[in-house]
């Protein structure tokens, strides 16, 4: 993807960098070349971010001509709100602590390049203040009272950067610009980034699944790496964003995908799908309101939660509304342990889902993108337990077993609920959970980050399964060229 600088003065441009292009605002804002080109990267180094501003509208006209650029124009507000920056600060507040702990001083203010400062013992949080706020070079300001605190930041231009600093500005400029990816000779054509979690030890694919996702986007024509949670400022360098760690909306997945869909990347899960498959009350409305069966639920709160026994018969089960993996999930044999399990579980949510027990030997999972069905699976229940994953059990026998079935050979009921269901969300990658009873066929749940292990959901179609996803990333980025 080809990179631009904009520079108000291109002429002194002291940087050489292989195969970026530096120009000035004014021939990025008039000059057709630029207004009719796709696909790039724009650095936006301008004196001023300021609005109406040749800086200001350089980075507003690349987000409107579909070009990847930094800072972006929500970042250029963002300045413009320190309260609100300071307030973000607060997700790391332990962090600006530590890195102070032993400061003299009670002020202290770094000057960061790319995530870069010039103290190593605040490299840490240069990174993390990079993630938060996208700009090239910002100075940061620190005070203590009580505590250490972000009194300020806003970015700095060029002219502003000390002799002292400039070394360290072109090194973490070079970094940021030359890729490792960037020296390949393959001449692949794009970039995709498989966000994951080496950490989680109930990741939704195995290493042995990531090694074929990796291998079927190779084939497809990517550029591709594996990125984890610190790589958060990257994702602009990126056309596409495949998230294979567990997902939730209070959480830095989120967060990715909210990045990854502003800046025009296809990506998997897309927000909007982890918003509406995370939350099971969302689920619950969405459902019923569309007449697709589901078991009998309710939604209850601390206020109505009394009257549930006059709706619904033990054992039932009582859900959070954003479990995963069968976590937050609890079978309710009494009112004595609805009472006492609803206490801490209204703790953590002011809503609560209780659902009518079917009790089954299996669930039925199938998997669909693009509204595309591409695997079955059967899940039986774990020994001896009502669910599929025992997560009291050991390791070895905590999971029931599984069974893959080729897609036509499953019932066609089964397949068209599940299209059905996961067309009210949207055109992701989903697993849609479904308890068979006499022939007809109820929801349970929608995941968006299904589990994708290999040997097992890709047992029928073996490689063709990766090859299927990667297929789907590549057709949508081709369709937005």
Excluded at 82 to 88: A, Q, V
Excluded at 122 to 151: E, G
Excluded at 297 to 326: H, R, W, Y
Aim: net charge neutral.
């Amino acid at each position: 993807m080809p990179k631009l600088i904009v520079v108000e003065k291109p002429e002194n441009w002291y940087l050489s960098v292989r195969d970026v292009e530096v120009i000035s605002p004014d021939r990025y804002i008039t000059e057709p070349t630029y207004q009719e080109a796709k696909g790039i990267k724009v650095l936006n180094l301008c004196k001023s971010y300021q609005y109406q501003s040749e800086g200001y509208y350089v980075s507003l006209l690349a987000e409107a001509r579909g070009h990847k650029v930094l800072p972006e124009v929500s970042t250029i507000q963002d300045f413009r709100f320190p309260s609100i920056l300071r307030d973000d600060s607060l997700d790391f507040d332990v962090l600006i602590q530590n890195t102070f702990k032993n400061e003299n001083s009670d002020k202290v203010e770094l000057n960061i390049y790319f995530g870069s400062t010039k103290s190593e013992t605040h490299n840490r949080l240069a990174l993390q203040l990079f993630q938060m706020v996208q700009a090239p070079s910002v100075r940061a300001v620190f005070s203590k009272k009580n505590k250490w605190v972000l009194q300020s930041i806003k970015p700095i231009s060029l002219s502003e950067v000390p002799a002292g600093d400039k070394p360290l500005l072109i090194q973490a400029l070079e970094r940021y610009l030359l890729r490792k990816r960037d020296f390949r000779p393959d001449k692949k054509k794009y970039d995709l980034a498989i966000l994951v979690n080496p950490e989680d030890k109930n990741p939704p694919s195995d290493d042995r699944a990531l090694k074929r996702f990796y291998r079927a986007a190779i084939e497809a024509g990517f550029n591709t790496e594996f990125i984890t949670k610190n790589d958060f400022d990257q994702i602009i360098q990126y056309d596409a964003l495949f998230i294979r760690e567990t997902t939730n909306v209070n959480h830095h997945t989120f967060r990715f995908a909210k990045k990854a869909e502003s800046l025009g990347l296809v990506v998997i899960d897309d927000p909007d799908s982890i918003l509406k498959c995370t939350n099971k009350v969302y689920l619950h409305e969405l459902l019923n309101s569309n007449k697709i069966l589901t078991p009998k639920s309710f939604v209850i709160t601390e206020e109505n939660c009394d009257t549930l026994e006059t709706k619904m018969s033990f054992p039932f089960i009582l859900k959070q509304p954003d479990g995963a993996f069968s976590k937050g999930v609890f079978k309710i044999e009494s009112l004595h342990e609805f009472k006492k399990i609803r206490e801490s579980m209204f703790e953590k949510s002011d809503l609560l889902i209780a659902q009518e027990f079917l009790p089954t030997s299996f669930d039925w999972r199938v998997g669909v993108i693009d509204g595309q069905v591409i695997y079955v699976c059967k899940y039986f229940m774990a020994t001896k337990h009502w669910q599929i994953v025992n997560w009291n059990a050991k390791e070895q026998s905590r999971d029931g077993d599984v069974q893959c079935i080729a897609i036509d050979q499953a019932p066609s009921g089964l397949l068209k609920t599940a299209t059905r269901a996961t067309g009210l969300i949207g055109k992701g990658l989903y697993g849609v959970d479904m308890k068979e009873i006499d022939g007809k066929f109820y929801v349970i749940e929608i995941n968006d980050n299904p589990n994708i292990d290999a040997g097992i959901e890709d047992k029928i179609l073996k490689e063709r399964l990766y090859e299927t996803i990667m297929e789907v990333f590549l057709t949508r980025i081709k369709s937005q060229k």
